[in-house]
């Protein structure tokens, strides 16, 4: 019988993910991502929308938590908490705490993080680009028109 290590296991493990699998891990984290206020987040921490009073895409910035509860308008303080805490613990931004009075807390992607955020600011565009259709196709189908 033979021994194997935990890198091993883990190796083993990452070759069998499988997203159709109802057992496979990476279920969770797709739960997790898509959910709205991860990609505002992402949005936000990596540099899109309006800032400085302009509209552009600039690059990845560290934000304090009371800008980013301004930016995500309708966000509750405890589903931004949550929001937070969740991306801190999957590695996909930071969380640095600095020693004044009051005590600043700002938040920043992880290389990890932006890598996440070059897909989702994708789907992001393609959600605002494409909003005119979907509400034409909605309508469409709730008139029963064909």
């Known amino acids: 019988m033979s021994t194997t290590t935990a890198a091993q296991e883990r190796a083993q493990a990452k070759v069998e993910y499988e997203a159709f699998l109802a057992t496979c891990p990476s279920r969770r984290l797709l739960d997790r991502i898509s959910d709205k206020w991860v990609t505002l987040v992402l949005a ?16 990845p910035r560290r934000m304090r938590y009371s800008e980013l509860s301004r930016r995500l308008a309708g ?3 405890k589903m ?6 969740s991306l801190e613990r999957d590695g996909l931004l930071t969380r640095t705490v600095t020693p004044t009075v009051p005590v ?19 789907i992001k565009g393609w959600a605002e680009a494409h ?15 064909d």
Do not use: K, W
Request: glycine residues 14%.
């Open 104 to 122: 600043t807390v700002t938040y920043e992607l992880t290389d990890l993080g932006i890598s996440l955020h070059a897909v989702m600011r994708g």
């Open 44 to 59: 936000a921490l990596g540099g899109d929308g309006p800032h400085s009073g302009q509209d552009c895409v600039g690059e």
């Open 75 to 77: 966000v509750s303080q």
């Open 80 to 85: 931004l908490t949550q929001t937070l805490r």
């Open 131 to 145: 909003m005119d259709e979907v509400f034409a196709n909605r309508e469409q189908y709730d008139t029963g028109v």
